[in-house]
């Protein structure tokens, strides 16, 4: 097989894994952190992926990364969700505990600081 047969085949992989996941381009596109229009370059082999490249792919599709180069079919298994957004008490707590790590404090001090952090920002 060729590197331009393989090309075609991951592309058409991709795409079928992609609609029977139920997915847009744009969501699985966001999941593995690339653009939509990389994505749509690669469903149409206009460009060669890397393998970090198929393998965030296959983690955002739920799949091991030897389906996106296989013709054959497969189960698809639900993709997983985009992660949440950090909420602001949640960075200003993971904030105070690097810094409270960096200046050696105690881990009685570092809880102290992340209450405070939740219960101030529960407030607005």
Same mark, same amino acid.
């Given at each position: 097989?060729?590197?331009?047969?393989?090309? $075609? $085949?991951?592309?058409?992989?991709?795409?079928?894994?992609?609609?029977?996941? &139920?997915?847009?381009?744009?969501?699985?596109?966001?999941? /593995?952190?690339?653009?939509?229009?990389?994505?749509?370059?690669?469903?149409?082999?206009?460009? $060669?992926?890397?393998?970090?490249?198929?393998?965030?792919?296959?983690?955002?599709? &739920?799949?091991?990364?030897?389906?996106?180069?296989?013709? &054959?079919?497969?189960? $698809?298994?639900?993709?997983?969700?985009?992660?949440?957004?950090?909420?602001?008490?949640?960075?200003?707590?993971?904030?105070? /505990?690097?810094?409270?790590?960096?200046?050696?404090?105690?881990?009685?001090?570092?809880?102290?600081?992340?209450?405070?952090?939740?219960?101030?920002?529960?407030?607005?």
């Amino acid at each position: 097989m060729s590197a331009e047969d393989i090309q $075609v $085949v991951f592309g058409r992989r991709l795409r079928e894994l992609r609609t029977a996941a &139920g997915l847009s381009q744009e969501t699985l596109a966001s999941s /593995a952190r690339m653009t939509r229009a990389y994505l749509s370059e690669l469903e149409n082999a206009r460009k $060669v992926a890397s393998i970090q490249t198929v393998s965030r792919l296959a983690r955002a599709l &739920g799949v091991d990364a030897s389906l996106l180069l296989t013709g &054959g079919a497969a189960p $698809v298994a639900k993709p997983n969700p985009p992660p949440r957004a950090e909420t602001p008490a949640e960075k200003l707590a993971r904030r105070i /505990a690097r810094l409270a790590q960096d200046t050696k404090a105690d881990a009685r001090s570092i809880k102290g600081f992340e209450t405070i952090a939740k219960v101030y920002f529960r407030k607005r």
